[in-house]
């Protein structure tokens, strides 16, 4: 079933110009790009996008870190998109995600991994909502889903 993620390319990855090569992973896999922008964080939204972690000893860090500067925040949608994207991202710690994941590609440490991927449906429903209006996602199809979906 069509599902929608929200992922967010982290201001490393920004500055390190790695948006271009992983978001052709996304797009080679058959996914579709629904939403992009760029944009300087605010405090309290990411702040609030990041709640669960707020008595967490490296809240401040990672705070620091997803303000630090731009990031580009997506929507990607797809058949199972959102465990899809899980694995493509790898595990949290980049030093014990798999080669062939983006993070066990392109990062090496906890605090520099590079990328965000919403981790459940209702995830992905509050984080999209926090970053983007409804106007801004688009509705289109891709001329070969006959080719990517049975
Ligand atoms: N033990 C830790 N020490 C330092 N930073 C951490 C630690 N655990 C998580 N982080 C940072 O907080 C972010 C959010 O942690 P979370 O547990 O949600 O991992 P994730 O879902 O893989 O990452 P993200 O939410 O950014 O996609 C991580 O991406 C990482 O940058
Ligand atoms: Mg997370």
């Known amino acids: 079933m069509s599902e929608r993620s929200f992922v967010m390319l982290?201001?490393?990855?920004?500055l390190r110009r790695l948006m271009g090569k992983v978001l052709t992973r996304f797009e080679e896999k058959g996914l579709k790009i629904a939403a992009a922008?760029?944009?300087e964080i605010p405090q309290d939204l990411a702040?609030?996008?990041y709640r669960e972690h707020k008595e967490?000893?490296?809240?401040n860090d990672l705070i620091s870190y997803i303000t630090s500067g731009p990031v580009l925040a997506m929507v990607i949608e797809g058949d199972a998109c959102i465990s899809i994207i899980r694995k493509m991202v790898g595990a949290t710690?980049?030093?014990e995600a798999d080669l062939g994941t983006i993070r066990g590609d392109y990062a090496l440490d906890?605090?520099?991994n590079i990328i965000h991927a919403s981790d459940?449906?209702?995830s992905a429903k509050r984080e999209i909502s926090l970053f983007f209006d409804d106007s801004e996602v688009c509705e289109y199809s891709l001329p070969d889903e006959r080719l990517i979906y049975e």
């Open 10 to 14: 982290k201001p490393d990855a920004v």
């Open 110 to 112: 906890m605090g520099r």
């Open 47 to 49: 702040k609030e996008h």
């Open 37 to 39: 922008k760029m944009m």
């Open 93 to 95: 710690n980049p030093k």
């Open 120 to 122: 459940s449906s209702e």
């Open 56 to 59: 967490k000893p490296f809240f």
